[in-house]
């Protein structure tokens, strides 16, 4: 059983920042990737950002230059450093992972945490 917990979720003014973190716990053999989506009100979900088992990143053109994603494999954890906040980027944000469990059957599957609120506003 594979899970994934979110934090760091919270309310910011515009132009502050907040770190998102996400840890993968249970029966893993690798992680292929991770990452993030969010979803606002009328909106349809979307990529945020994500990374590879390799480290390569890719990123939202909204939140290029702003948004910074990491991963630190040993704890098998991402991270998303959020700055210059802005009104639009309130939205839960759900974190993602592809991962091999460590079953017999040895699975490839996508995990989603519970999602987090980001509230940006004065």
């Known amino acids: 059983q594979v899970q994934l917990v979110e934090s760091g979720g919270g309310l910011v003014q515009p132009g502050g920042s907040l770190r998102l973190s996400c840890a993968a716990s249970?029966?893993?053999?690798?992680?292929?990737?991770m990452g993030w989506y969010r979803q606002a009100p009328g909106k349809e979900r979307e990529l945020v950002a994500r990374?590879?088992?390799?480290?390569?990143?890719t990123y939202a053109d909204p939140v290029k230059g702003r948004f910074t994603i990491s991963r630190d494999n040993p704890k098998n954890t991402v991270y998303l450093q959020m700055n210059s906040l802005k009104p639009e980027d309130t939205a839960v944000y759900y974190c993602?992972?592809?991962?091999?469990?460590?079953?017999?059957?040895?699975?490839?599957?996508?995990?989603w945490g519970k999602g987090t609120l980001v509230t940006v506003s004065s």
């Open positions: 990374i590879t088992s390799s480290g390569t990143t």
């Open positions: 993602y992972a592809n991962i091999r469990d460590g079953g017999s059957l040895s699975r490839v599957m996508n995990y």
């Open positions: 249970g029966s893993i053999l690798s992680i292929n990737y």
